[in-house]
């Protein structure tokens, strides 16, 4: 493996181990985006997708937030829809509407349009910028990588984008849950060679996205969901330690999935990720004591004023307690929101929790 420069914050990665942080670590999930106006300078000029693919953009997006703010992490610069890109999907992201897909799975026989990617070929240059900004990052902070959970990208290739209800992705769980169980099965082995691959190039922490977990209840999540993010943990921990590199702390974020929270605290990943929604004394009641739990500001808190910001800080570290906690928020952030109110955010979590 590559020599990287030496890492100088480990907070996020102690916190992430259970082990004593002299400070809360913190970073906000889609900090890298469109509330920086740098951000959107680069967008005007170029495709989502190709900024994607091209390592040189990638890196200086991700590292455009770590400049501003005092972040205790980087997170690579991506999205989760690469992965069914890779499998041989059309998707575009178009600007104020999202992503687009351009023939999404209709029936079950669409499965054999896959096609099953050499996923070190296919997703090469997610590699590349991953470990061009390992070297950029010159150690300052830990770098994320991820990806999406399976049900989640199997939604979005079923409803060819956004969307309301899941109901056509849904469908497919009532109507053939023998080929949503296959097609659930094919993105798992392709997000575990991507984590690995991931890693090799140099990501320190994976974060696994079930955005779309708050469409399912207990039942369908038990069934679908949770068995494929327990498989891509374990999977990819034992690919690690057959390779002999070491394992990287995982994160899973299943936003929504409150009624699952006990389960994901045993489900084998180190990090429990929080959406605004639930008390995190609550949460931490269901995961139990030896995960460290991450969040879960209400993004939209962003809004209120910087004394306010500050408030509901004071009162996410008197419920999160400093150890075993990753600050963030609940969900990304919004493109309206103003860069000052992240560096409210992050400058309180740290001050609030400096020893
Ligand atoms: O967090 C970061 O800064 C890293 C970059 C990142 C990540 C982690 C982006 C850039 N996307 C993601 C993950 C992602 N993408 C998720 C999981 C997290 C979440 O729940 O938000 C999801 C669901 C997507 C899919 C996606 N990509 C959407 C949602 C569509 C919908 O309505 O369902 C959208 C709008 C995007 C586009 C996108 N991804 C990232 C950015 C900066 C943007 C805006 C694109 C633009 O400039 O037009």
């Given at each position: 493996m590559a020599q990287f420069p030496k890492l100088l914050n480990d907070r996020l990665l102690r916190a992430a181990r259970g082990e004593s942080v002299d400070a809360a670590p913190v970073w906000v999930m889609r900090q890298a985006g469109r509330y920086l106006p740098e951000f959107r300078e680069m967008r005007a000029?170029?495709?989502?997708?190709?900024?994607?693919q091209t390592p040189e953009l990638a890196c200086?997006?991700?590292?455009?937030?770590?400049?501003?703010?005092?972040?205790?992490?980087?997170?690579?610069?991506?999205?989760?829809?690469?992965?069914?890109?890779?499998?041989?999907?059309?998707?575009?992201?178009?600007?104020?509407?999202?992503p687009v897909f351009d023939?999404?799975?209709?029936?079950p026989g669409d499965i054999d349009r896959l096609t099953i990617p050499d996923v070190n070929t296919v997703l090469k240059y997610v590699f590349?910028?991953?470990?061009?900004?390992?070297?950029?990052?010159?150690?300052?902070?830990?770098l994320i990588g991820f990806t999406g959970a399976p049900w989640t990208l199997m939604s979005y290739m079923i409803e060819g984008?956004?969307?309301k209800t899941q109901s056509k992705a849904k469908k497919w769980l009532y109507q053939h849950p023998e080929a949503s169980h296959k097609l659930l099965k094919i993105i798992t082995d392709v997000n575990v060679e991507y984590l690995v691959g991931q890693v090799r190039a140099g990501a320190q922490l994976l974060q696994v996205f079930e955005s779309n977990a708050e469409y399912l209840g207990p039942v369908e999540f038990s069934k679908f969901a949770l068995p494929c993010l327990i498989e891509i943990n374990r999977r990819v921990k034992d690919k690690l330690v057959a390779e002999g590199l070491d394992i990287v702390p995982m994160t899973v974020f299943a936003k929504g999935a409150h009624y699952a929270?006990?389960?994901?605290?045993?489900?084998?990943?180190d990090v429990v990720g929080l959406d605004w929604t639930i008390d995190p004394t609550e949460a931490r009641k269901l995961v139990g004591p030896n995960v460290t739990l991450q969040g879960n500001l209400d993004p939209c808190g962003l809004y209120a004023p910087s004394t306010d910001i500050e408030?509901?800080?004071?009162?996410?570290?008197?419920?999160?307690?400093?150890?075993?906690?990753?600050?963030n928020l609940g969900h990304g952030i919004y493109p309206d929101m103003d860069p000052e109110s992240?560096?409210?955010?992050?400058?309180?979590?740290?001050?609030?929790?400096?020893?």
């Amino acid at each position: 493996m590559a020599q990287f420069p030496k890492l100088l914050n480990d907070r996020l990665l102690r916190a992430a181990r259970g082990e004593s942080v002299d400070a809360a670590p913190v970073w906000v999930m889609r900090q890298a985006g469109r509330y920086l106006p740098e951000f959107r300078e680069m967008r005007a000029e170029a495709d989502f997708f190709k900024i994607c693919q091209t390592p040189e953009l990638a890196c200086e997006i991700t590292l455009q937030p770590i400049r501003r703010f005092e972040l205790d992490a980087a997170i690579i610069f991506s999205d989760i829809l690469v992965v069914p890109q890779a499998l041989g999907m059309k998707v575009e992201m178009k600007p104020g509407v999202g992503p687009v897909f351009d023939k999404p799975l209709v029936n079950p026989g669409d499965i054999d349009r896959l096609t099953i990617p050499d996923v070190n070929t296919v997703l090469k240059y997610v590699f590349d910028a991953i470990t061009l900004t390992r070297h950029k990052l010159e150690g300052k902070v830990p770098l994320i990588g991820f990806t999406g959970a399976p049900w989640t990208l199997m939604s979005y290739m079923i409803e060819g984008g956004g969307s309301k209800t899941q109901s056509k992705a849904k469908k497919w769980l009532y109507q053939h849950p023998e080929a949503s169980h296959k097609l659930l099965k094919i993105i798992t082995d392709v997000n575990v060679e991507y984590l690995v691959g991931q890693v090799r190039a140099g990501a320190q922490l994976l974060q696994v996205f079930e955005s779309n977990a708050e469409y399912l209840g207990p039942v369908e999540f038990s069934k679908f969901a949770l068995p494929c993010l327990i498989e891509i943990n374990r999977r990819v921990k034992d690919k690690l330690v057959a390779e002999g590199l070491d394992i990287v702390p995982m994160t899973v974020f299943a936003k929504g999935a409150h009624y699952a929270l006990a389960e994901l605290g045993g489900s084998g990943y180190d990090v429990v990720g929080l959406d605004w929604t639930i008390d995190p004394t609550e949460a931490r009641k269901l995961v139990g004591p030896n995960v460290t739990l991450q969040g879960n500001l209400d993004p939209c808190g962003l809004y209120a004023p910087s004394t306010d910001i500050e408030a509901r800080v004071k009162m996410m570290v008197q419920q999160f307690g400093r150890d075993r906690w990753i600050a963030n928020l609940g969900h990304g952030i919004y493109p309206d929101m103003d860069p000052e109110s992240v560096e409210t955010f992050v400058n309180s979590i740290h001050s609030h929790t400096k020893l």
